[in-house]
């Protein structure tokens, strides 16, 4: 087999940091199908298509690379309501401005692996790392609403509950099977809104 031939002939022609997103893109994969404990450096590796041995090389742990998976998925969060905050008119007494607060999940379900680590991340938390990073995870997306918006805690506290309960609605895949559960229809159509076509586009993909 010549060397253009060869099982690994792009990540071979890579740099360190060109590897280092390779492996995370392939470890929010596979973090969001097995979660922390049912997934492995050697699946991680697999999803790659590079070897274990370099995986642990460059992250050691497991736990490093599912905390680094985990911190930008949060930060994800936070960039997505900048990103909406930073175009509207802030006021957190009109239920308009949190209703457009709330399509960043819209653009979030694209991606269903980044919420999938982040419910993950948390019910991760009997990890004493992993727990104290969901900890600080959360106390930070709370934190920067209020800071942000001028809510209170009250509404911050609302618009975190809505925003984990979609979370849970994808986890469980609710958007692909509304058609088997009336019930669950209703309760998918009344949290996710306009975000239940772009989540049942997402999980069909």
Same mark, same amino acid.
């Given at each position: 087999?010549?060397?253009?031939?060869?099982?690994?002939?792009?990540?071979?022609?890579?740099?360190?940091?060109?590897?280092?997103?390779?492996?995370?893109?392939?470890?929010?994969?596979?973090?969001?199908?097995?979660?922390?404990?049912?997934?492995?450096?050697?699946?991680?590796?697999?999803?790659?298509?590079?070897?274990?041995?370099?995986? =642990?090389? #460059?992250? +050691?742990?497991? @736990?490093?690379?599912?905390? *680094?998976?985990? !911190?930008? /998925?949060?930060?994800?969060?936070?960039?997505?309501?900048?990103?909406?905050?930073?175009?509207?008119?802030?006021?957190?007494?009109?239920?308009?401005?949190?209703?457009?607060?709330?399509?960043?999940?819209?653009?979030?379900?694209?991606?269903?692996?980044?919420?999938? =680590?982040? #419910?993950? +991340?948390?019910? @991760?938390?009997?990890?004493? *790392?992993?727990? !104290?990073? /969901?900890?600080?995870?959360?106390?930070?997306?709370?934190?920067?609403?209020?800071?942000?918006?001028?809510?209170?805690?009250?509404?911050?506290?609302?618009?975190?509950?809505?925003?984990?309960?979609?979370?849970?609605?994808?986890?469980?895949?609710?958007?692909?099977? =509304?058609?088997?559960?009336?019930?669950?229809?209703?309760?998918?159509?009344?949290?996710?809104?306009?975000?239940?076509?772009?989540?049942?586009?997402?999980?069909?993909?």
């Amino acid at each position: 087999m010549s060397r253009s031939e060869s099982s690994e002939p792009t990540t071979t022609r890579m740099n360190a940091a060109d590897r280092r997103e390779l492996i995370l893109a392939a470890a929010s994969r596979a973090f969001a199908r097995g979660g922390y404990a049912g997934t492995s450096t050697d699946a991680v590796a697999k999803e790659a298509s590079i070897s274990q041995p370099y995986v =642990v090389r #460059m992250f +050691g742990t497991k @736990a490093e690379l599912f905390r *680094e998976v985990f !911190a930008r /998925a949060i930060g994800a969060i936070t960039a997505a309501f900048d990103r909406v905050l930073d175009d509207v008119v802030v006021d957190p007494e009109d239920e308009e401005f949190w209703d457009k607060l709330g399509s960043a999940y819209g653009h979030l379900v694209e991606d269903r692996d980044l919420l999938l =680590v982040m #419910m993950h +991340g948390f019910s @991760a938390g009997s990890v004493p *790392e992993i727990g !104290a990073q /969901a900890r600080d995870g959360m106390s930070g997306i709370y934190r920067h609403l209020r800071e942000r918006t001028g809510c209170t805690p009250e509404q911050a506290r609302e618009f975190i509950a809505h925003g984990m309960l979609i979370n849970v609605l994808l986890s469980m895949q609710a958007p692909e099977h =509304v058609g088997e559960n009336p019930d669950l229809e209703e309760l998918s159509s009344c949290v996710l809104g306009t975000v239940l076509d772009d989540a049942t586009r997402s999980g069909a993909n």
